[in-house]
């Protein structure tokens, strides 16, 4: 049977990222040995983190001045990279999630924050709105799209200070004005590739200015230096990204990205408010177009577990919500197709008409 993939994260990514990559762990351009059995120096390996890297500047429109590195570690480490490199005195955060608050979180441990504001009180249901961002911070923290509860923050905010962002599941689905940030993050395996490696983007005359002593292998000059090649880097993931960063170029850039992103929401939102069944779980104009979650209207609540099994054993996979949500959440990263999504729409109608 077909299946369609709404995994949250390691989720989907276009097959011939994953078929092309798998040739390459068979026979690395035909050197009759495996990507994952030759060295990261090997003079055929450099090439693929340049063009990545060439990619990613490319797609980004990244102006001069800011170098691209990919890192092990994971999302999660920059929660306490970022702040160790860049918290000087004190960092503002804006708290809209779980992933939010962990980085929030991580930054106590190197100065004094502040959370501008927060949705926690109603269950991150909502970006925060017509709050101040104080002007004596270092930077502005924030996570542009709310993996878990489905919200997003899909502009570059306007704000006195510089911005860093956890773009870890919505990047490469838009245009993005890197000159408003200082660092730009993210888990590959959302949006960009296999689990494994976090793409870093920083302001190279940022670096450097904290007042501490950091680990050479936290220092971020370190990695830029060397040009991500310090110390083993994962090899396989970033080969990875480098197909999905090629077939991102060549199916129209991050704007065509934007555009099937918007067809996609669109699709299945309009079904979700459409449906008596169902109902969407946070604020309409905060809605994620990555992360759509759901969850069956109070009437119908009995009707979760059968509507669940009903889309399973359509091919749906990974459409389960997550435990502080409840109910669903079907994410649509780039490789989403909508042929994807009309299958799950076409279950929601189906599901209706037989209940
Ligand atoms: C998944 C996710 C993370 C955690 O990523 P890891 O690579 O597992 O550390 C952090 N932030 C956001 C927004 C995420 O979606």
Same mark, same amino acid.
């Given at each position: 049977?077909?299946?369609?993939?709404?995994?949250?994260?390691?989720?989907?990514?276009?097959? /011939?990222?994953?078929?092309?990559?798998?040739?390459?762990?068979?026979?690395?351009?035909?050197?009759?040995?495996?990507?994952?059995?030759?060295?990261?120096?090997?003079?055929?390996?450099?090439?693929?983190?340049?063009?990545?890297?060439?990619?990613?500047?490319?797609?980004?429109?990244?102006?001069?001045?800011?170098?691209?590195?990919?890192?092990?570690?994971?999302?999660?480490?920059?929660?306490?990279?970022?702040?160790?490199?860049?918290?000087?005195?004190?960092?503002?955060?804006?708290?809209?999630?779980?992933?939010?608050?962990?980085?929030?979180?991580?930054?106590?441990?190197?100065? /004094?924050?502040?959370?501008?504001?927060?949705?926690?009180?109603?269950?991150?249901?909502?970006?925060?709105?017509?709050?101040?961002?104080?002007?004596?911070?270092?930077?502005?923290?924030?996570?542009?799209?709310?993996?878990?509860?489905?919200? /997003?923050?899909?502009?570059?905010?306007?704000?006195?200070?510089?911005?860093?962002?956890?773009?870890?599941?919505?990047?490469?689905?838009?245009?993005?004005?890197?000159?408003?940030?200082?660092?730009?993050?993210?888990?590959?395996?959302?949006?960009?590739?296999?689990?494994?490696?976090?793409?870093?983007?920083?302001?190279?005359?940022?670096?450097?200015?904290?007042?501490?002593?950091?680990?050479?292998?936290?220092?971020?000059?370190?990695?830029?230096?060397?040009?991500?090649?310090?110390?083993?880097?994962?090899?396989?993931?970033?080969?990875?990204?480098?197909?999905?960063?090629?077939?991102?170029?060549?199916?129209?850039?991050?704007?065509?990205?934007?555009?099937?992103?918007?067809?996609?929401?669109?699709?299945?939102?309009?079904?979700?408010?459409?449906?008596?069944?169902?109902?969407?779980?946070?604020?309409?104009?905060?809605?994620?177009?990555?992360?759509?979650?759901?969850?069956?209207?109070?009437?119908?609540?009995?009707?979760?577990?059968?509507?669940?099994?009903?889309?399973?054993?359509?091919?749906?996979?990974?459409?389960?919500?997550?435990?502080?949500?409840?109910?669903?959440?079907?994410?649509?990263?780039?490789?989403?197709?909508?042929?994807?999504?009309?299958?799950?729409?076409?279950?929601?109608?189906?599901?209706?008409?037989?209940?």
């Amino acid at each position: 049977m077909k299946k369609y993939n709404f995994n949250a994260g390691p989720s989907m990514l276009p097959r /011939e990222v994953i078929e092309n990559t798998a040739k390459q762990i068979l026979d690395f351009n035909g050197s009759g040995l495996s990507l994952m059995e030759i060295s990261h120096r090997a003079k055929d390996f450099q090439p693929v983190v340049d063009e990545a890297v060439a990619l990613i500047k490319d797609l980004l429109q990244i102006p001069d001045g800011y170098s691209v590195i990919f890192l092990g570690g994971g999302a999660s480490l920059q929660f306490c990279q970022v702040p160790c490199n860049f918290l000087i005195k004190k960092a503002a955060y804006l708290n809209t999630g779980t992933w939010a608050k962990k980085a929030l979180k991580e930054a106590k441990h190197f100065g /004094e924050t502040v959370e501008v504001a927060s949705s926690a009180d109603a269950n991150y249901s909502y970006i925060p709105k017509g709050w101040d961002c104080p002007t004596d911070v270092d930077y502005l923290h924030i996570t542009t799209n709310n993996t878990i509860y489905g919200t /997003e923050i899909r502009k570059d905010l306007d704000v006195p200070v510089r911005l860093i962002a956890d773009m870890s599941s919505d990047i490469f689905s838009r245009p993005v004005d890197v000159a408003k940030y200082d660092c730009i993050y993210g888990g590959a395996q959302k949006n960009l590739a296999m689990a494994g490696v976090t793409l870093i983007i920083l302001k190279d005359e940022c670096l450097g200015k904290a007042p501490r002593d950091i680990p050479t292998m936290l220092d971020y000059r370190t990695h830029v230096e060397k040009g991500s090649m310090f110390n083993t880097p994962p090899v396989v993931p970033i080969y990875s990204a480098l197909e999905t960063l090629r077939w991102i170029k060549k199916n129209g850039g991050v704007e065509a990205m934007d555009k099937l992103a918007k067809q996609r929401a669109d699709i299945l939102y309009s079904e979700i408010d459409r449906n008596k069944l169902f109902r969407g779980t946070v604020n309409e104009e905060d809605r994620s177009l990555m992360n759509i979650c759901f969850v069956m209207n109070p009437e119908y609540a009995e009707l979760e577990k059968p509507f669940f099994e009903y889309a399973t054993s359509l091919g749906m996979v990974g459409i389960k919500g997550h435990r502080s949500v409840g109910g669903f959440r079907a994410s649509c990263y780039n490789a989403q197709t909508i042929e994807g999504v009309n299958a799950l729409v076409n279950a929601m109608k189906e599901f209706e008409k037989n209940n």
